[in-house]
């Protein structure tokens, strides 16, 4: 009875606007249907719907990522496996990261152990699959090192690929020195460059529509609040110029890579400590001009843990972050959207009790609207949903056979 009273009780926090009439296509569909457990890895939206790959994180087969299309109305033909005969990727897929390419198809840049084995040392990868994941090319980058931790890659908007790996400068000491390097588009390296290494500073690159570079970086402070930095490289790889931000009673706890708008400037979206609210972390939100100045910033939360990431430009001219607000041990996936002012917001949340979403990626739909790919925590035992919402947030109700948690 106190179960169910409590679950009501949660029940009755998060609401939901009535939809009324719109344009827009809703949908509250699966992921991966009859996968136990995935990690959502990318979110492409298209003309004719949207396609969402993920890691089957239930087992160790060879099959590295599934690939799911939705049509505009949330239909799906179910997940297929990619990437199947990558070779030795296959080996660390957990330390592999896949992201959309112009030609529908991926590039995907992982970690794998060198050969002879058994080795000491990691070997790094690059490989460019097709729209059904059939490998086209593979490559290893990089001689092999002992100390390769993780990587990311993504298509640059010239043509080629842009990644950054991180690499552990001494064993133990959670201390990584940060590694941009460039490929064209057959895989070759055309230069490489070793960022400022900072602890545990997450950095984010993101590559801008004219050849240039971003990337944010968490500033430990021992004696103040933890900062924001924000970067700006050139085509080869050199500092511009950055920009430190010291947010007043913000302590940065994450921050995830910029987002260029469309006057020049960069959002900035991260979570806080919660120094200042008894320990519930607050989402955060910033923009700045093109200089990386910031205009404005605003958190979010507080009553509860929120946590932010994830910003895109509105199609009305405002901006909108992905946040998690644990509610009673419950997390919610939902949306922050304010005006281009920062002002104004409003706050949607999805899911119910027993259809809680911890995590997920935000993007911005060809109607105006919102889409949304989620996913609970890794050792729940709930499924991972494609939410499709109106230009308000407004989206159905979580499905009535949403797997219990165990």
Known sequence: MARSMVLMRLSALVVFVSLGACDSQVFFNPIAEGVDEIEIETLRVEPSGYTVVSTDTSNNSANVFLVEGFDLFGNSAGASPIG???GPLVESKSRASLAPTSDGGYVLFGLAPAEPFPSQTSQMYLAKLDATGGVQWY???FEPRERFIEGAVQELPGGGYAAQFWEEIDPGSGDAVT?????????D???MKDLEPRPGSNLGLRALSDGTFAYTTRVPDAETLDDVELVKLDALGDELWRQRHHFEDLDVRAVAPPVATSDGGFLLAGSDYGQFTDGAHRAWMSKTDASGVAQWVRHFGGDVRTEGGNPVEAADGGYAMRITRTIQSHPFVGIVHTDA???????????TPSCAQSRGILRLANDGGFVLATQPDVSSNLAAYLIKTDSLGNAPAAPADCIEPI
Do not use: E, I, K, L
């Not at 390097?181 to 057959?186: M, S, V, Y």
């Open 189 to 191: 390296q055309v230069w």
């Open 341 to 351: 002012n920062g002002d104004a917001p409003w706050t949607q949340v999805y899911g």
């Open 179 to 187: 590694h941009v390097a460039r490929f064209d588009a057959n895989g």
């Open 139 to 141: 490559t290893p980058v």
């Open 84 to 86: 199947v005969d990558v």
